[in-house]
Nanobody
Framework: QIQLLESGGGLVRPGESLRLSCVES????????MAWFRQAPGKEREFVAA????????KYSDSVKGRFTISRDSAKNTIYLQMFSLKPEDTAVYFC??????????????????WGQGTQVTVSA
C-alpha cells in the first residue's frame, strides 16, 4: 500500500500563507490523481482541491478557489497546496489522498481509499 505523509501545517494569522506538502514515500504509486481534503472538529471531511496529471486538470472547492493552488512535482513524488489569504474558516486538519484513476466524483472523500495522517492548519488572530 502507498504511504502518504503531509507536512507544512501550523498556526498563522488571518491573511497569511502556508504551503502544505504531501510525499508518497514508497515510490510505488502508479495512479494519476491526488487531492487535498480537510476536516474541522465535528464536521465531515470536505473537498479542497484535486489534481490529475494525465488529464492536466485541477479542481477546487468554491471556498478556496482563487486563494489555493494545487501542484505536483513529479521528480519528488510530491503534491503541494499553496494557501494564500487564509481565513479562520480554513482551520482544519488537512489530509492528502490518492486514487489510481480520475473519477467524476473527485469531490467525494468516499472515492478515495489512501490517506495520510493529516497536518493541522490553524488560522487565528
Amino acid at each position: 500500500q502507498i504511504q502518504l505523509l503531509e507536512s507544512g501545517g501550523g498556526l498563522v494569522r488571518p491573511g497569511e500563507s502556508l504551503r502544505l506538502s504531501c510525499v508518497e514515500s514508497t515510490g510505488t504509486f502508479s495512479g494519476d490523481t491526488m487531492a487535498w481534503f480537510r476536516q474541522a472538529p465535528g464536521k465531515e471531511r470536505e473537498f479542497v482541491a484535486a489534481i490529475n496529471w494525465s488529464r492536466r486538470t485541477t479542481k477546487y472547492s468554491d471556498s478556496v478557489k482563487g486563494r489555493f493552488t494545487i501542484s505536483r512535482d513529479s521528480a519528488k513524488n510530491t503534491i503541494y497546496l499553496q494557501m494564500f489569504s487564509l481565513k479562520p474558516e480554513d482551520t482544519a486538519v488537512y489530509f492528502c489522498t490518492a486514487r489510481v484513476r480520475w473519477n467524476v466524483q473527485f469531490w467525494n472523500y468516499r472515492m478515495y481509499d489512501n490517506w495520510g495522517q493529516g497536518t493541522q492548519v490553524t488560522v487565528s488572530a
